[in-house]
T-cell receptor, first 112, second 113 residues
Framework: AQSVTQPDIHITVSEGASLELRCNYS??????LFWYVQSPGQGLQLLLK??????LVQGIKGFEAEFKRSQSSFNLRKPSVHWSDAAEYFC??????????FGQGTTLQVKP | DVKVTQSSRYLVKRTGEKVFLECVQD?????MFWYRQDPGLGLRLIYF???????EKGDIPEGYSVSREKKERFSLILESASTNQTSMYLC????????????FGQGTRLTVV
């Protein structure tokens, strides 16, 4: 079955600390992978996407993610977190048409 | 700028009512989607459409229907609203071509009482 797992429901980091959000997927075909962010009361904004090529992808707001096929993972990272990064983060997989399978989401809290 | 607009941010409806959630995109996208978002479950696909008058079931279509009479508009219909349909509903659109992503609306928070 196709699925996406975000093992961490809630993460708290201090401002300025590094961040890694985990994402594991199960998908039969070559996956197209996405990270979206949702601020409170808002829709989803695309942070970055992986379709092919370089397995380390850069996104907006200083985020990056690395595709590891052998581990079926697509973890999101940021070297230094800002208070404005507090939000809910969703990993998604699917064909590149918007018909996506989402993970459960990870809520990020940033301590001053 | 890319825009997906959902007609209501908040809705309160009574059990048994017929409810329409409207979504409009101004990007000339072929694909449109309706997702439902619940805490701890992420987003789940209800219905999607690849073209006008075309629709396909997603993962949780029960209790819902959709309508796409014009390319830019995709409506989600709750034929007889129930309390377990209280949720956040998100509309999205994307191009039909390869290597593109979905753009989301702001969401409609529906409460069925």
């Amino acid at each position: 079955a196709q699925s996406v797992t975000q093992p961490d429901i809630h993460i708290t980091v201090s401002e300025g600390a590094s961040l890694e959000l985990r994402c594991n997927y199960s998908y039969g075909a070559t996956p197209y992978l996405f990270w979206y962010v949702q601020s409170p009361g808002q829709g989803l904004q695309l942070l970055l996407k992986y379709f092919s090529g370089d397995t380390l992808v850069q996104g907006i707001k200083g985020f990056e993610a690395e595709f590891k096929r052998s581990q079926s993972s697509f973890n999101l990272r940021k070297p230094s977190v800002h208070w404005s990064d507090a939000a809910e983060y969703f990993c998604a997989v699917g064909p590149n048409t918007g018909k996506l399978i989402f993970g459960q989401g990870t809520t990020l809290q940033v301590k001053p | 700028d890319v825009k997906v607009t959902q007609s209501s941010r908040y809705l309160v409806k009574r059990t048994g009512e017929k409810v329409f959630l409207e979504c409009v995109q101004d990007m000339d996208h072929e694909n449109m989607f309706w997702y439902r978002q619940d805490p701890g479950l992420g987003l789940r696909l209800i219905y999607f459409s690849y073209d006008v008058k075309m629709k396909e079931k997603g993962d949780i279509p029960e209790g819902y229907s959709v309508s796409r009479e014009k390319k830019e508009r995709f409506s989600l219909i709750l034929e007889s609203a129930s309390t377990n349909q209280t949720s956040m509903y998100l509309c999205a659109s994307s191009l039909f071509q390869m290597n593109t992503e979905a753009f989301f609306g702001q969401g409609t928070r529906l409460t069925v009482v």
